[in-house]
């Protein structure tokens, strides 16, 4: 080979290389969401105050009826509502129309707060669900975790937003 042609090789390589970088990157990036920035209807069609959650740590889980991995993770969001009960509100948020969300939520046995999220997923910026926001008593973003969370994670996160 050449030198023109390893020079070639190599400009290829790097260019590839790069864009596989910035692919994985951006499949685990998750943007910052402010409360403020979140619009919620009930699935009575209530307008959802996020205000009225101020003074407790408040978990928002984005997902999908359609999502498997979001569904999978649910058991462990449970499990995390029975053990702390008021201590902590955790709201499940999707952009799905209110009578897919009402079917699931009358399907399962889960006892947190669905609501609609009134802008779309791609409006907060956000790009694939599961994506989990912890939020501290104050309201402040402290954790936000892309992809399914395991039962030990989401007890690990809410343990710290409740300090």
């Excluded at 080979?1 to 190599?10: C, D, E, H, P, T």
């Excluded at 009930?42 to 991995?69: E, H, M, Q, R, Y």
């Excluded at 509100?89 to 129309?97: C, G, H, K, T, Y």
Aim: net charge positive; hydrophobic share 40%; with cysteine.
């Amino acid at each position: 080979m050449n030198k023109r042609s390893i020079y070639l090789v190599a400009v290829v390589l790097v260019v590839a290389a790069s864009f596989i970088i910035i692919r994985k990157l951006k499949n685990h990036y998750a943007p910052r969401i402010n409360l403020s920035g979140i619009s919620l209807k009930d699935l009575d069609g209530k307008v959802v105050d996020l205000a009225a959650f101020s003074g407790k740590p408040l978990v928002i889980n984005f997902w999908g009826t359609w999502c498997p991995p979001c569904r999978e993770e649910l058991p462990a969001f449970q499990k995390a509502r029975d053990k702390y009960g008021d201590e902590v509100n955790i709201l499940m948020a999707s952009d799905e129309p209110v009578d897919k969300i009402s079917k699931f939520k009358k399907e399962n046995n889960y006892t947190f707060i669905y609501t609609q999220l009134q802008n779309t997923f791609h409006d907060l910026g956000i790009t694939s669900v599961p994506v989990t926001y912890f939020y501290n008593a104050r309201g402040n973003l402290v954790i936000k975790k892309k992809d399914p969370l395991t039962e030990e994670e989401l007890d690990g996160f809410i343990s710290e937003i409740i300090k």
